[in-house]
Each structure stands twice: as structure tokens, then as C-alpha cells.
């Protein structure tokens, strides 16, 4: 097997990896590998800059390659921790290039390389570096040893490659690790950020495979983590990493498909194009990793992948800035992410992506603004992307949601989850709607089942773990809730509807200290401090009964000064105060402002106390859903 051995690690370029002394693999991405393998190999000599870029962007380049260069030469220093000021391996000749002057070793292994290769170049290769007439006198017969090792070893490989292909182990799911934003402008990241979503998102649509969604990808976003290790977290077959480069109108992406479990190397590939075939290049990419993979996925997946078709630059990329800012999940990200959604569309009329975006903005700026004003706008954002394009599963997701919070036409918002679901089985942010409505309807096992898909799909996304949270507060099994809601913050302390609903859950086991504290977090959190201060007086000298009053004053307050404040807050907060008439009355404006809480009024556990008073019952009738429906029947 060859190898080569230096200091404390070893490359091994027939598992194409790089490994410590303790046999732990170093996380190495192409460019930077393929860079260490050319250094080493010319141990010695000064390979110049302009060699390295021919080697590392063999096709062209139409970017920063000084840039590039730098930044495989850095991960490389960081892999092997080699300082620049003192390097025990990589010595840069500035203005030049590189030389490895590391201590290098080639092992033959159970092939014993050392018997093929011209005698006295493996002792060559392990002695320290010489100076002088005697380094001079011996470079010639290193530098023609070395060369007949590369065949030997580009020989091996090739063999090695032949073998494995017909070996290697099906894969059944798969993540797309956040691309390396490489332009050398850190402004750029949106971009990086969005290629990695659009690949997640056309592989997701082949039905076999599992493919992780973008919130948990996004977690690795920095990493230094092992593959192995991620593949343990994920639960997957394989991963897809790599870099993009955006120079001007040029966009270069670079991904690599790995077996996750052993970090093997399985291929590579570069894809340059126009920004204005984008959607032609994730396509090529994508199928290239399908065929890669499993070819017969190709005839069993999706027929609505994105169609092949040239986008407006400055359109698209006002898309990726949205998509950027609206999964943020911030009132400033979502706002943001409004105004970029809207120049798209402007700019293109034609795109059907950025009038879905901007369907699943205004829905969620509709959590900090009144309902009326924005859910209209989303409904007739989706309806505009669906008139464009009715193959596009986000679009059917967005129009099931207002469907479902804003019109409550029930029929109709599961016909649209369904459709979605349909369209791109590996869509998680479908499947976790469709569970959310679902548990509206006490259908809790059904919701459980599209629950679990979700979170199969995208395993650390905090908004998922909540939401089962939620799941099992309908259900009344508060422990489970609070393990949950637990769970969720302990991936993110700062994750504000984790609090605000694990007060909930221990307000209804009458733990209220440990609710009054969650609250109080949460406000915090959220910037309100003086309501945090508030409660906190009110919890001092009159206990949990002046925290709610406190809540009620603030948002009194707020409405005061022209602030848009949801009644369904004050309702709660008058029917734990034992306030029923109050309650009812803000259920009331709630009804009439369509809240998005109120699709739960049947499985909410806060209106117990209040679920037998004809009033509330003719309310959850007007909302068009059953009286006592089986959720609570069944609880």
C-alpha cells in the first residue's frame, strides 16, 4: 500500500488521506491535498506558485488563484500544525513558491515499494536535507526516483480505483457539507451559502436517497470535525464537500464525494460556468453525484427537477441574499430578506424560487406584525410562484401554510403539504408543516410519523426538536415535552421559542419558579428587558399571579405607542389568572386578527379550564374545526 511517512503523520495516497501517528484522519479537502501530495513528491525542491496553480486549476482560471494557493497552503500548515515562522515541513520562498523540507519516509508496505524503486533513492528520501556539493551531487537521482514512484503509485491508484468501484458499499443517504467560499470576500458567503442549499435541495428530490436538509448541513459550517464523526451524528452513507469561487460573472464550484464512515475518497470534480447557468451547473453537479452513487437513481427519482434555463444575474443573486437572510429566523434577518425577495422578483418576474421566498418571508415577519397586512401578501406570493412553475414543492408548502394558519381551509393545506411532499420527498421543512397541522387536528399518530421524517431529514434543526416539544405538550405528557424543549436548548441556550414554550410546559405541571425563570429568559433573549425586569419585580413581591399581570401591562404598553402585539399572549395570561370573561374576549380579537395560534385552540392544553363554555366552543366552530375534537377526547 503506498505510503509516506513524515514526523508525526502519514499520507496515504491509496486511501487518499492523511493521518496522524495515532492513525486519527486528518480532515483534508481536495485542493489542499492534491497541493501536499505535489510538495511532497518534489520534497526538496522549490515548486513555484505558477506550477501549484496549473496543478490545482488545471482548466482555466478566471479567478484569484494567489488567493487560493494561500488558502490550501494555510489548511495545510493548520493540518500539520507547521508554523510559517518556524516550519518543520513547508517553507515558503516569498514571491516564489513552497518546499517541503519535512523528514520523508516512503513505505512500501505489503507491496514493499522500496524493491521498485531505483536503489539508494529510498535512503535518499529518509535522511535529513543536505546542503551543499553532496545535496547537489544526488538531487538528479532523487528527482528521477521520485518521478518512477509517481508512476508507480499513479499506476496503483488507478488499480485501487478499478477494484473499489465494484466493492464499494451502496449509499443510502447523504449530506452536502457547507461549501468553502474561496473568492477571497467574505461578503461572498451568501453565495457559498446558497450553491449549498440548491444542491441539498435538487438531490433531496430522489426519492431513495436521504438526503440531510440545509439547517443541519449548516451546522458543520466552520467544522473541524472528523467525517467520520459527522457521519455518526448524521447518520449517513456519504458526504459532499468542496468550495465556490465567484469571480465577476464566472462561478467556479469544486465538490468531492466521500464514504463518510471511512473518510474514503471516491471522486472529484471541478464545474466552471456563466452566473447566468447557475441552475445548469447544480444540475451537472448533482447529477454527476447521483451517477456517482447509484445510477439507477437517475430512473427512480424525481421527473421535476429543476428545469435546465439561464437566470438574470443580479436577480439570482438577490435570491441567494434573501435565502441567506430569511434563515437567519430574526425579525431584522426576515425583514431584510423581504427586501432582497422583492427586488428579485422585480428585477425577474419570471422567478418562480424568488416568489416562493418571498411567500415564506412575509409569513414569518407575520410573527412580528399583524397577520392581516402580510398573509395575504404570501398567499399571492406563492399562487405567483405556482402560476410560474407548479412543480415547485417550496411554493406548495408556502400556499399549504396559509392555507392552513391564515384561510383555515383544512382540506385544502393538507392537499398542499401532501403535494409538496409528493414533488420532493426530501423536503424536511414540508414534512415538519404537515406534522404541525396534523397535531392541530389531533391526529397525533399521523404527526408523529411526518414528525420523525422531518427530523430524519434534518436532525439538528432546533425548530424540529421544538416542535416535537410541542407534540407531546398537546398530548399532555409534559415530561416528554420539557426533555424536548431541554434538548433544543442545550444545541442553542439563545433559542427563543424553546423557552417561551418550555415555560409553558412547566406552568402546566405547576412548576412555576421554573417557568417564571424561562419567561423571564426568554424576554431577555428577545430584547424586551423591561419586561424581564418587570416580571422579575413582579415574581418578588407577589409570585407567579403578578408575572402574568406584568406581561399583560407590557403589552398594554406596547400597544400604547402603535406596536403590533398579538391578543393570544393576553388571553392565555387572563385564562391562567382565572380571568374567563377576559379570556375569551382576547381569544375574540385573536379570531378576528386570524392569529396563527389559533389553529390550536382544540389541542392547546392552556384552554382546559375554559374548553367546556359554550362561547369558546361556537369560537373553535367558527374556526371550522370539530368540537372536542379526538385530540382532546382522546387526553
Known sequence: MPRAKFDTHQLD????????????????????????????????????????????????????????????????????????????????????????????????????????????????????????????????????????????????????????????????????????????????????????????????????????????????????????????????????????????????????????????????????????????????????????????????????????????????????????????????????????????????????????????????????ARPKDLMPMSKEAAEKALQLDDTLADAHAARGRVKWIYDWDWPGAEGEFQRAIQLNPGYALSHGMYAEYLDSMGRFEEAFRESQIARELDPLALILITSAGDHFLFLRQYDKAIAEYRRALDMDPNFVPAHEDLALAYKSKGMEEESFTELEQAAMLDGERDLAEAMKIGYAHGGYKSVLKSRLKYNQRRRSTGSYVGFWDDAYTHAQLGDKDLALQALEKAFAERENNVVGLNVDPFWDQIRSDPRFQDLVRRVGLPVNGAGVAAH
Not at 495516497?13 to 496522524?20: P, T
Not at 458499499?169 to 449530506?175: F, G, M, Q, R, T
Not at 467544522?223 to 469571480?247: M, Q, T, Y
Not at 466552471?272 to 445510477?295: G, M, T
Open 13 to 368: 495516497l491509496k486511501r487518499y488521506e492523511l493521518r496522524r501517528a495515532d492513525g486519527l484522519t486528518v480532515k483534508l479537502e481536495r485542493q489542499p491535498m492534491e497541493l501536499l501530495i505535489l510538495l511532497a513528491e518534489r520534497r526538496g525542491e522549490l515548486v513555484m506558485r505558477e506550477e501549484i496553480a496549473a496543478k490545482l486549476w488545471p482548466d482555466g482560471v478566471f479567478v484569484d488563484t494567489e488567493r487560493g494557493i494561500n488558502n490550501a497552503i494555510r489548511k495545510i500548515r493548520t493540518a500539520l500544525h507547521d508554523s510559517p515562522d518556524d516550519p518543520a515541513h513547508l517553507q515558503t520562498v516569498v514571491g516564489k513558491g513552497y518546499r517541503f523540507i519535512g523528514h520523508l519516509e516512503v513505505l512500501g508496505g505489503s507491496t514493499d515499494l522500496h524493491q521498485d524503486i531505483a536503489p539508494g533513492v529510498s535512503a535518499a528520501l529518509t535522511i535529513p536535507s543536505q546542503s551543499g556539493a553532496v545535496w547537489r551531487g544526488r538531487r538528479l537521482l532523487i528527482s528521477l526516483g521520485i518521478v518512477l514512484v509517481v508512476v508507480i503509485l499513479a499506476a496503483v491508484m488507478a488499480v485501487w480505483r478499478w477494484r473499489d468501484g465494484a466493492s464499494r458499499a451502496e449509499i443510502h443517504s447523504i449530506a452536502v457539507l457547507p461549501l468553502e467560499n474561496l473568492s477571497g470576500d467574505p461578503s461572498q458567503e451568501y453565495f457559498a451559502d446558497g450553491m449549498t442549499d440548491a444542491l441539498i435541495t435538487e438531490l433531496a428530490q430522489f426519492s431513495p436517497l436521504r438526503v440531510i436538509s440545509r439547517t443541519s448541513a449548516m451546522h458543520y459550517k466552520g467544522s473541524h470535525k472528523p467525517l467520520p464523526e459527522i457521519a455518526r451524528e448524521l447518520n449517513v452513507d456519504a458526504v459532499v464537500e468542496g468550495s465556490v469561487i465567484r469571480s465577476g460573472n464566472r462561478v467556479r464550484i469544486t465538490a468531492q464525494l466521500l464514504e463518510a464512515r471511512s473518510d474514503r475518497h471516491l471522486w472529484a470534480k471541478a464545474y466552471d460556468r456563466d452566473v447566468r447557468e447557475i441552475v445548469s451547473l447544480q444540475q451537472e453537479v448533482v447529477d454527476s453525484i447521483v451517477n456517482e452513487i447509484q445510477p439507477k437513481l437517475r430512473a427512480q427519482g424525481s421527473a421535476t427537477v429543476s428545469r435546465k434555463r439561464q437566470v438574470d444575474p443580479e436577480a439570482y443573486d438577490d435570491y441567494l441574499r434573501g435565502l441567506y437572510f430569511w434563515n437567519k429566523f430574526t425579525e431584522a434577518g426576515t425583514r431584510r430578506a423581504v427586501e432582497y425577495f422583492e427586488e428579485s422578483v422585480r428585477k425577474d418576474p419570471s422567478n418562480a424560487l424568488g416568489y416562493a421566498g418571498l411567500a415564506h418571508a412575509y409569513h414569518e415577519l407575520a410573527f412580528y
